[in-house]
């Protein structure tokens, strides 16, 4: 079956420094991918979605890069701030059409604790 | 303009017994999807209501059923509640057409179940 899954359950940063959370999906149709961010008693909040047919895109601090030769997904955010501190789920979803459309799979998270 | 709003925000219920959870969608929003959230996971969706109509639905057994009104706010029922029931309902709104990633997640209800 499909899943979404993270490799690291909890990533630890300096303040300032740079922070890569990596992400690994199985369903090769898969067409769409999406970074959400959830603070501790709220909901997940959007960040930055990438497209099968991109490799890289970027957003304000945070770029999302996307290899589909190894079915890889990462969120870098650049210069880290304690008000990044969250947990970071990728989730994916698939074309219209197939079993997936219209539902977001979610991976499990990666705790992001970021150092003063 | 209120975002996703989601009610109650905490309940507890016995094994065996009913619950309902409501949602009201961000204005301008149709679309409505339920997620369950265990600690420490990530969420796994339930099922989506369009037009009144559950339009696609996960792996969740028939204990799990909603509905969506007219203005398009919804309800997630359970029913015969288990203690594997207790997570952090979360509920979704969207614009049909638009991308998932426009879809807008409420603050959720928090389900224990002892």
């Known amino acids: 079956g499909e899943s979404v899954g993270l490799h690291l359950p909890t990533l630890s940063v300096q303040e300032g420094d740079n922070s890569i959370i990596n992400c690994a999906y199985s369903n090769s149709a898969s067409d769409y991918f999406i970074w959400y961010k959830q603070e501790s008693g709220k909901g997940p909040q959007f960040i930055i979605d990438i497209r099968s047919n991109m490799d890289k895109r970027q957003g304000q601090r945070v770029t999302v890069l996307l290899n589909k030769t190894v079915k890889h997904l990462s969120l870098q955010i650049a210069a880290t701030q304690p008000g990044d501190s969250a947990v970071y789920f990728c989730?994916?979803?698939?074309?219209?059409?197939?079993?997936?459309?219209?539902?977001?799979?979610f991976g499990q998270g990666t705790t992001l604790q970021v150092k003063p | 303009d209120a975002g996703v709003t989601q009610s109650p925000t905490h309940l507890i219920k016995t094994r065996g017994q009913q619950v309902t959870l409501r949602c009201s969608p961000k204005s301008g929003h149709d679309t409505v999807s339920w997620y369950q959230q265990a600690l420490g996971q990530g969420p796994q969706f339930i099922f989506q209501?369009?037009?009144?109509?559950?339009?696609q639905r996960g792996n969740f057994p028939d204990r799990f059923s909603g509905h969506q009104f007219p203005n398009y706010s919804s309800e997630l029922n359970v029913n015969a509640l288990l203690l594997g029931d207790s997570a952090l309902y979360l509920c979704?709104?969207?614009?049909?057409?638009?991308?998932?990633?426009?879809?807008?997640f409420g603050p959720g209800t928090r389900l224990t179940v002892t």
């Open positions: 209501y369009y037009e009144e109509e559950e339009r």
């Open positions: 989730a994916e979803t698939s074309p219209p059409g197939s079993s997936n459309t219209g539902k977001l799979i």
């Open positions: 979704a709104s969207s614009r049909s057409g638009l991308p998932l990633g426009e879809q807008y």
